[in-house]
């Protein structure tokens, strides 16, 4: 398991509540972290140690202030603790980052690979299943020339139907996890199935996350097959994996 986070905003906001909540869940999600601000050109920066033992991202948490963050702390299951493999993953335009686990991974892999269009294959570094769904999410947006958030929670509902009709198929006890996060910059969607994931808006702001980060009125948990989208006037779009499927 990992924790997500992002933040969407009209303005630059400050993070230092954010940040102290995900190193808190660091002790038990240690695996490294990393972050992706979208401020002016896209900002990535991974660590590999805890992020309640990193003096960088308590750097950041004291005095970043973003419109446009995605941050992720790591409870390794699929692939080794490299900077290959930690997230966010970057490819195109896009931030991806991954919550949850595809079952019997390397079973499927060979035909979940074949799934992804070449060029965006040929440029995956790391091990993980979560890499590999960005790949599949680039692919089914392929000739979008600029996605709007409809096009990105589509491709973000198909993912997960493609995942599950492979991984799932076997009759596993529980389905995988794919509780996904992704931006350009522009768009930011975020969808749930397996893994809790909360909502917390405000007048032109939006913060997502695994878990209630702070007590505050307002947080809604978003409902299994879920899907959040993010526009880029901060257009908040509530959808289900089913209703996107079916347009």
Known sequence: MCRLFALRSADPAPVDRAFAALQAQSHEHKDGWGIATFDGPRQVERGLEPAHQSARFADLGRDLRSAHLLAHIR?????????????????????????GTLHRFE????ALDA?????WREGIRGETDSERCLGLFLTLLDGVAAPTVA?????LARVM??????????????????????????????SRRGRTLWTLERTQQIVIASERLWEEPGWVE?????????????GVHHSSVTELLAR
């Open 115 to 119: 799934m992804i269009a070449p060029r």
């Open 161 to 190: 139907q493609t995942v599950a009709d492979l991984f799932d198929r076997d009759g596993a006890a529980k389905p995988c996890a794919m509780n996904f996060l992704a931006s350009n910059g522009s768009v930011l969607v975020a």
């Open 75 to 99: 409870l390794a299951s699929v692939g080794a603790v490299t900077a290959q493999n930690a997230h966010p993953f970057v490819a195109g335009s896009w931030a991806f980052m991954h919550n």
């Open 151 to 155: 096009d990105a929670s589509r491709a």
């Open 107 to 110: 079973q499927h892999k060979a």
């Open 222 to 234: 978003v409902p299994e097959d879920g899907v959040i989208g993010v526009d880029e006037r901060v």
